[in-house]
């Protein structure tokens, strides 16, 4: 399995931006589907935005389309997660995600491989 290593989580003010990054390491990064998910307090883990394995393609949840841009450096065996106009909803811990099934899924069971996390915290 890949493993990955997420960071740039921290503490805003509603209106702001964050940039969160995911770095891989052992495994074929080009080979993987990524995905970000996030958990709130009390609440299931969700899908947040996923890109394909090339980057050509991405899906994003509604409640984060057109606020949030997931990319990828196949270079880098990296994936960001460029968050804007933020809200205290968004208020969460963020995981990156890696999985090898089809594009165009946001099930959490077809990524196998999970980062440890990111608080992400939104003030009003």
């Known amino acids: 399995q890949v493993q990955l290593v997420g960071s740039g989580g921290g503490l805003v003010q509603a209106g702001g931006s964050l940039r969160l990054s995911c770095a891989a390491s052992?495994?074929?990064?080009?080979?993987?589907?990524m995905g970000w998910f996030r958990q709130a307090p009390g609440k299931e883990r969700e899908f947040v935005a996923a890109i394909s394995r090339g980057g050509g393609s991405t899906m994003y949840a509604a409640s984060v389309k057109g606020r949030f841009t997931i990319s990828r450096d196949n270079a880098k065996n990296t994936v960001y997660l460029q968050m804007n106009s933020l809200k205290p909803e968004d208020t969460a811990v963020y995981y990156c995600a890696a999985g090898t099934t089809g594009w165009g899924t946001s099930r959490e069971a077809d990524f196998g491989s999970w980062g440890q996390g990111t608080q992400v915290t939104v003030s009003s």
């Open positions: 052992g495994r074929t990064f080009s080979n993987y589907v």
